[in-house]
């Protein structure tokens, strides 16, 4: 993955976030923690690293759980992605009146 697809990837994910969430009945949160964490980018070892190389929250994880009793680093790659990704996703949300009007603000 290159750092272009990764932001590419977290922009449309925050771009369509609250529509999807509406669409499903999910709130905005569940639809996001769904669409994350089964994610190409967070369950594989290879994605989950280059995540971790492009995002802006690397050290996510710990402001989420604190300190972490790693026993891999397979075992770590994957939910510090997740973390990783969602505050990505999170910075990149359209307010909902921007949202409305059709524009976004991107990390990118």
Do not use: C
Not at 42 to 71: K, M, N, P
Not at 73 to 84: E, W
Request: aromatic letters at 12%; proline letters at 2%; a negative charge.
């Amino acid at each position: 993955m290159e750092e272009k697809e990764y932001w590419a990837e977290i922009n449309e994910i925050a771009a369509n976030a609250r529509r999807g969430a509406k669409d499903q009945g999910m709130d905005l949160y569940d639809y996001l923690h769904e669409t994350i964490d089964g994610h190409q980018f967070v369950i594989y070892t290879y994605e989950a690293r280059h995540v971790l190389q492009y995002s802006s929250h690397e050290d996510a994880i710990f402001e989420e759980l604190g300190d972490q009793t790693v026993e891999s680093m397979s075992g770590i790659y994957t939910p510090a992605a997740y973390f990783a990704m969602l505050a990505d996703v999170g910075d990149a949300l359209p307010d909902e009146s921007d949202e409305e009007e059709g524009t976004t603000d991107a990390n990118i």
